[in-house]
């Protein structure tokens, strides 16, 4: 169970080569379901994807056209989401829901990365070592800073309901901000770390919540409420803005 928050990249048939990845600026995927009864199509605004549903006796001609006929409205979905914000040297992002700055510095003496403050106090992250290794660097460093603070929201909430994580993962997932397997292990998303510290802890509570309680029933928000007692203004703002959350990242592909 989890909060919802990489499937296959696939090119139309031969014959309709004019609807290729980089004239609609996204990612373009079809999916054939064995539930689908037509043909449908939707914008994924967390990963900027294109996804075309089929059945499975439908054929890549029919998705082509099918396709081909909606592409205006493709574009002005994609046209409405807001723009990614690219790791780069100048570049603005949240850290803990506060806004900082990106600044590369080259520098070679170090590979820590560190937080400036300016006379105004604007906090600027530093970014030592190459800089064309730099966005990755710092995508690994935001990965850890998640992991500190998810595992001490975890520890703090679990000890509340004598409970006990078997593992925690911080990964680059986009339909959910954090989830619980039946064997107990929990995963979030790294971009919690870009939340204020409060949605964050929210995410951990309710991911240890599942450790007791498999569901989303009375039960299970009960205990969300006991140890998160004001979860719904968190709830909330990973309703209304959590999807701006994915705006950020390395500029080209996900590594870390």
């Known amino acids: ?7 296959h990249i696939a090119e139309l048939s031969s014959q309709s080569r004019a609807i290729r990845l980089e004239d609609i600026g996204a990612q373009l995927e079809v999916r054939r379901h064995p539930s689908a009864r ?20 439908c054929d890549l001609d029919e998705a082509s056209t099918f396709l081909n006929r909606h ?30 700055r990106i600044a590369f510095t080259g520098a070679a003496r170090t590979h820590i990365i560190s937080i400036d403050h300016d006379a105004r106090n604007h906090p600027t992250i530093l970014v030592p070592g190459p800089k064309d290794l730099a966005a990755n660097r710092l995508t690994r460093w935001l990965f850890e800073q998640a992991k500190g603070d998810l595992e001490k929201s975890v520890t703090k909430h679990a000890a509340l309901l004598s409970l006990k994580a078997k593992r925690i993962a911080i990964r680059d997932q986009t339909s959910r901000w954090g989830s619980c397997s039946t064997t ?40 969300v409420k006991k140890i998160r007692p004001e979860f719904e203004a968190a709830k909330q703002w990973l309703q209304v803005r959590g999807p701006d959350l994915h705006r950020y ?4 592909g996900r590594n870390h």
């Not at 169970?1 to 499937?7: S, V």
């Not at 990242?249 to 080209?252: L, R, W």
């Open 1 to 7: 169970m989890g909060i919802k928050t990489k499937p």
């Open 38 to 57: 037509r043909l449908t199509l939707r914008v994924s605004r967390t990963r900027r994807a294109v996804i075309v549903t089929l059945p499975l006796q």
């Open 71 to 100: 592409i205006d409205w493709v574009r002005a979905r994609l046209d409405s989401l807001p723009n990614h914000v690219p790791f780069e040297d100048q570049a603005a992002m949240p850290l803990r829901g506060e806004p900082h």
């Open 184 to 223: 107990g292990a929990l995963s979030f998303s790294w971009r919690l770390i870009l939340a204020p510290p409060f949605v964050l802890d929210y995410v951990a509570a309710h991911e240890v919540a599942h450790l007791s309680e498999m569901n989303h029933g009375p039960k299970f928000w009960a205990m």
């Open 249 to 252: 990242g390395p500029a080209h």
